[in-house]
């Protein structure tokens, strides 16, 4: 039974946004982007249960559109939770079952919405919650059973587990902690070991107290006590060393790891790296072995895990994928993690981003990009180790010659490329669209740079293709000159290049310089290779002179793609 | 939990214990069906602690529904969450709520229990097929019963023109059906005809919904099968589908007396094809004395469509008085009733409250409660009603219904007529609406706002005005307003005189009422929206308690399914029972058949006594014994 979609009004800094699920689907964006909002919202539904009165949200839970705002304002706030099937009859006999009176129809499809709704008493003024199942036209059904009790059948169906970004082992390992509580409170000893084991216990207890007469003396002097009050005559007195039922015996167990040395250490003196992890397993055991034990059949979790890359070192975050991922029920992952990011498939992903004041979640959506793209994307994301989503505004060029020169420029003149989110993306492998359609599905601004020569005019017209009434100006530019290079000999590095003329090449040269075709000859009498070690030295060159030397043109697509980060969440 | 079924006999264990699918109990009366319904449900659910699937149990009436789930509260108290028990209609209502919208009707339809609200539906469809050119008038909307019939048999629009002869008719009629149903879609009201047909169009026209309730509702009982009509039967078999793992029916096709109703002896032959249903017999009878049970034996083996291996009743009280039964004849239908008071009167008591006079019609009860009355015992007649009569309950009623639907007009207009009965105030309507019309057309907060706004409120209602304005308007707590409501009407009799009398029959309703509250919070749980409960209340029917210790007067038909200590049979004459027009049909008809049963299940009411009286004159006409009497052989041929 999953989770369809999560659609978000006037909570928090939401002011309505649809979020659809998959089996796993990861979270990005810029802190401040309402990814934990998100989550707690969903724990709001699925974790709590109706109350008759009042409120189910704080007063800050309340989209509140500006400064000037009070609580409701901007509306009732609503989160709406859609679980369905993706073929009919994929729900079980015992999920159908517990909650019949939800279940609607959506086609053949069958379909649970349930909307918590906060919305203003006309008299008190308060804001009051109500937990409403609503029919496929959205109208709130009238179940015989009250929404609340079928609410909670529901929330048996649909756990929701929530593992905030501090996982504290000392915390989650204590013999009351909500997954590592059931194993020691529901031991399945079977009865021949537990009776064979407490008469190993007492034995053991016999023996301590017997070697130490100092024990043995206070032992028969309590035992007097029987004389006095009314207990056993005999054996009324225990002093037992270590518990004498197997039952308490596993409640103060604790839990070890043994480090490189073999020296047996607590969980809780290990590092906050093995601690996190550590706590991240044992909810997985967790999930596997209780779960239905305590929840019931057909029980399958909702499981959100913020941050699971915490204090883990990149090639622990890379592994964390496939653990997660094959995790039972439903997860939803929060994460900064680019080694995490570069393994989860685009179509998981979903970006969080300010469009204005408010949020919006992009995804790539489906039919955007075909199988080939598609892969090629994924290629990208993972070389870029994931950076690449992380991104406000990619600068599409093609070539390393332009990442060298226009990483180049941006040092010389102040601009700090990764505080602005820019990032310089290479196309000419895959042509700019793919790029393009991805950043507009997943609201990252674009602009792309070409060369003037033939290709060049190609890339433009596919980028231009996709501007959907936006600017060219803005968007996208072509170097008056075929290349890069004989733009930057046209702006005063020439020098660069007619030193890397060989003896041999210079006959080819047959213009004169000041003529319109010497850079060109120039710039293909160079040696193939050592092309991006040129931008180099240009680079160097260009530092040498200052800030001013820096070509206008190059300097302008710096400030325009600088200017598309800054603006509001990017799409058509 | 163990059950145990050693008080149950041989063939109640069979039928309790049965796992071998579709299975006909045909049972004779008093053989504790009913006890083998419940048992059977019980045993479902406590065989099944970890198990999800739920039990539904289909009754005729809102009473049958109650009386099993008290049954089963007192046997077990986890899982009953998972049995509904409900009247064909209300489940049809239930189905309608939650999957209404593939059939144009939201959650929150209203459902008309008025013939008076259905007509005025029909007047509205009436003025709309004139308005395109149909030959109409409002004289027509005398086509109402006409139109239930269709909706009975769920005929479908496209085929009225078939089913009347005259084509005049035809055309119209077809028209009116149609509009008459979009009327109540465009409104998002449905009447009880239109609950059964939209949620059969329903689960035939959408089979996911189907599916649905097949996979919840794995276990289907239906009590008292001989009484479904066609499109009962239909939605029955809409429900379960063509192969059900369980399907468990309990039936007596000697007890068919709703024949008028659409109910018929074939649908039993029907259902036991279509479902080749196993067959278990409960021929064993705790209620009725050995002599009677001889009568009843007599009586029905007269009639040809019965099932053909129904085995005759086997008496199992012991005999315990000579005069168990007893025939009485007299001259005139006054001495024969006068005679029957005075017999129950001289029982004493503490008797009267468990003797029941029964008769095949009204008005001979009617005598009867005047002669009993004369004795000196209380009478009293079953009286149904689809509303509340007195001026403090039809207020209540009406601000529910207004809480529920803020800008009802018609609710508004109830309260202001019936508060005016209670208080003297003279609140208009117009008032009302043009308050709302300026706060946002809450109707609820205006109503309370205008008539608190008024100096001529008496003290003591603006006291308890202002403490129920607070229940339900804000914070909508009808339970509380309910209770209050009944301090408030209960004060206003005790204080004043006048009121006692303006509050018209406030003693019977607020017994009624209590009743009422009662069962559907049983039903529904204490935490029932007011939507539900309204929903309920219109569907309940409205009867008000007998008095205690009064002598029950009642129709055959409204006797079913009841047991009385002493049981006055009267006017068992040719005419009367049978009916002047089961005669006129003859012998062999299904009419008279109809007759036959109507005797049988009134003599096997019957605990203790069956006394049978007749009269040679009735209203001045000779009127012959009844054939049944013969039968019964009580009267020799022709005697």
Redesign the interface.
């Known amino acids: 039974m999953r989770l369809r979609s999560v659609t978000i009004k006037n909570f928090r800094a939401f002011a309505n946004v649809t979020v659809k699920l998959d089996e796993t689907t990861v979270l990005i964006g810029e802190n401040n982007t309402g990814k934990t909002s998100f989550l707690e919202a969903l724990k709001l539904c699925l974790a709590q249960g109706a109350s008759r009165r009042g409120d189910l949200f704080d007063d800050y839970d309340h989209h509140l559109a500006s400064d000037q705002s009070q609580v409701g304002d901007a509306g009732n706030t609503e989160i709406t939770l859609r679980f369905a099937e993706s073929t009919a009859g994929e729900w079980s006999n015992d999920v159908v079952q517990a909650i019949s009176e939800a279940i609607t129809l959506d086609g053949d499809l069958q379909q649970v919405v349930l909307r918590v709704m906060s919305a203003k008493d006309a008299q008190t003024g308060e804001m009051t919650a109500k937990w409403e199942f609503l029919d496929p036209q959205g109208n709130p059904l009238k179940p015989r059973r009250p929404a609340g009790v079928v609410l909670r059948d529901l929330q048996l169906l649909k756990p929701f587990f929530y593992l905030s970004a501090v996982r504290d082992a000392a915390r989650e390992f204590q013999p009351r902690s909500t997954f590592w509580g059931p194993f020691l409170r529901n031991p399945t000893i079977p009865e021949d070991v537990r009776k064979e084991l407490e008469a190993d216990l007492d034995a053991l207890n016999a023996k301590v107290i017997a070697a130490d007469d100092k024990l043995k003396d206070v032992k028969q002097r309590l035992e007097k006590t029987g004389g006095i009050v009314s207990i056993r005559t005999t054996d009324a007195v225990a002093i037992e060393a270590v518990p004498g039922r197997a039952r308490d015996l596993l409640s103060r167990a604790q839990v070890s790891v043994s480090g490189r040395t073999g020296a047996r250490l607590p969980m809780t003196r290990h590092g906050a790296g093995t601690q996190s992890l550590s706590v991240l397993f044992l909810f997985e055991s967790f999930l596997n072995s209780m779960l239905e034990r305590i929840y019931g059949a057909g029980s399958v979790p909702i499981v959100a895990v913020e941050e699971p890359e915490a204090h883990l070192h990149p090639a622990a975050s890379r592994a964390l994928w496939k653990t997660i991922s094959d995790m039972p029920g439903q997860k939803l992952v929060a994460t900064h993690s680019g080694d995490l990011l570069a393994r989860v498939p685009l179509a998981n992903v979903r970006r969080f981003c300010h469009d204005g004041t408010a949020i919006a979640v992009r995804q790539l959506q489906a039919g955007t990009l075909d199988q080939d793209d598609a892969r090629k994307m994924a290629l990208h994301v993972k070389a870029t180790r994931g950076e690449l989503l992380f991104a406000r505004s990619w600068l599409l060029v093609e070539g390393a010659t332009e990442v060298w020169v226009f990483e180049g420029i941006a040092d010389l003149l102040g601009i700090d490329l990764e505080r602005e989110g820019v990032r310089i993306v290479q196309y000419a492998q895959v042509m700019p669209d793919p790029f393009i359609r991805l950043a507009d599905d997943l609201g990252i601004g674009w602009f792309c740079f070409a060369d003037g020569d033939q290709d060049g005019q190609k890339y433009r017209k596919a980028a231009v293709d996709l501007l959907n009434g936006r600017n060219e100006a803005d968007r996208v530019r072509t170097l008056p000159e075929a290349t890069i290079e004989i733009h930057l000999c046209n702006a005063g590095f020439g020098t660069v290049y007619e030193d890397e003329v060989a003896v041999q090449k210079k006959p080819s040269i047959t213009s004169k310089p000041g003529d319109p075709n010497y850079w060109t000859q120039v710039v293909a009498a160079t040696p193939k290779r050592g092309k991006e070690a040129r931008a180099i030295k240009v680079v160097e060159e260009m530092t040498k002179r200052g800030p001013s030397s820096a070509p206008p043109f190059l300097r302008g697509v710096l400030d325009a793609v600088v200017q598309i980060a800054r603006g509001p969440a990017n799409g058509p | 939990m163990a059950l145990d079924l050693s008080l149950l006999n041989t063939n109640q264990q069979t039928a309790v214990a049965w796992e071998k699918g579709p299975l006909l109990v045909l049972a004779g009366p008093g053989s504790g069906k009913t006890k083998v319904l419940t048992t059977r449900i019980v045993r479902l659910l406590s065989e099944s602690p ?5 039990i539904l149990g289909l009754t005729f009436t809102t009473k049958a529904a109650d009386e099993m789930r008290s049954r089963i509260d007192a046997l077990i108290s986890d899982g009953r ?1 998972r049995v ?1 028990l409900a009247t064909f209609h209300s489940f049809a209502a ?1 189905v309608l ?6 059939v144009g009707f ?3 339809f209203v459902i008309l229990n008025q013939t008076a609200d259905r007509e005025a539906v029909l007047l509205d469809a009436i003025r709309e097929c004139a308005r395109v050119g149909i030959e109409t008038d409002e004289s027509d909307v005398k086509l109402l019963p006409f139109l239930d019939r269709l909706l009975d048999t769920c005929t479908h629009p496209d085929e009225v023109r078939n089913r009347v002869r005259d084509p005049d008719l035809a055309d119209k009629a077809a028209a009116l059906f149609a509009q008459y149903r979009l009327e109540l879609e465009k409104t998002n009201r449905l009447d009880f005809p239109c609950l059964l047909s939209k949620a059969i169009e329903l689960l035939e026209s ?4 189907a ?2 309730l097949r ?2 509702y794995t276990r289907v009982c239906v009590d008292e099968f001989q009484d479904t009509n066609y499109s009962q039967y239909r939605f029955l078999r809409a429900i379960v589908g063509e192969a059900p793992p369980d399907l468990f029916v309990v039936a007596d096709d000697d007890q068919i007396i709703y024949q008028w109703n659409g109910a018929s002896p074939e649908r039993l032959l029907e259902l036991r094809n279509d479902y080749k249903m196993s067959v278990v017999q409960l021929p064993a009878n705790y209620r009725c004395p050995p002599a009677v049970i001889d009568l009843a034996n007599k009586l029905i083996q007269h009639n040809h469509s019965r099932s053909a291996d129904k085995q005759p009743l086997i008496a199992i009280k012991p005999v315990d008085r000579a005069d168990s039964v007893r025939l009485h004849r007299f001259d005139e239908a006054a001495e024969e009733l006068a005679w029957v008071a005075t017999d129950i009167a001289s029982r004493g008591p503490k008797v009267h409250g468990k003797c029941v006079v029964l008769a095949r019609t009204k008005q001979v009860l009617e005598t009867a409660a005047e002669a009993l009355q004369a004795a000196g015992v209380t009478p009293a007649l079953h009286v149904r009603k689809d509303e509340f009569e007195s001026a403090a309950f039809r207020w209540l009623h009406s601000i529910l219904r207004l809480a529920n639907a803020r800008g009802d007009r018609e609710q508004v207009r109830r309260a202001c007529k019936a508060f005016y009965t209670i208080d003297g105030l003279d609140l208009r309507v117009e008032q009302v609406l043009a308050s709302a019309a300026v706060t946002g057309g ?1 109707l609820l907060r205006a109503w309370f706002e205008e008539t608190l706004a008024k100096d001529a409120l008496s003290d003591l209602s603006r006291e308890f005005l202002t403490a129920l304005r607070t229940h339900i ?3 909508l707590d009808f339970p509380g307003f309910i209770s209050t409501s009944l301090d408030w009407f209960r004060q206003l009799h005790a204080d004043d005189g006048r009121d006692l009398e303006a509050l018209g029959d406030f003693q019977a309703e607020e017994g009624m009422w209590r009743e009422l509250v009662q069962t559907i919070r049983d ?3 204490d ?3 007011l ?2 409960f309204l ?1 309920e209340m219109d569907l309940a029917p409205k009867v008000p308690p007998p008095p205690p210790n009064a002598t029950r007067c009642l129709t055959i038909h409204t006797s079913k399914g009841m047991e009385f200590e002493h049981v006055y049979l009267v006017g068992l004459v040719e005419d009367q029972l049978p009916s002047f027009q089961a005669v006129k049909k003859g012998p062999q008809s299904r009419e008279l058949q109809e007759e036959r049963r109507n005797c049988f299940v009134a003599i096997t009411r019957a605990q203790l006594s069956l006394t049978l009286t007749y009269a040679r004159r009735y209203s001045g006409w000779q009127k012959l014994p009844s054939r049944f009497l013969s039968e019964m052989g009580l009267l020799g041929d022709g005697a």
């Open positions: 970890d198990k999800r699937f739920r969450d509904a239930d709520r939650q999957h209404g919208s593939h939201r959650p929150d959408k089979p996911a919904v599916r649905l996979t919840t809450d308007v804000s914070r039903r529904l749980g935490g029932m929206t939507e539900a929903q």
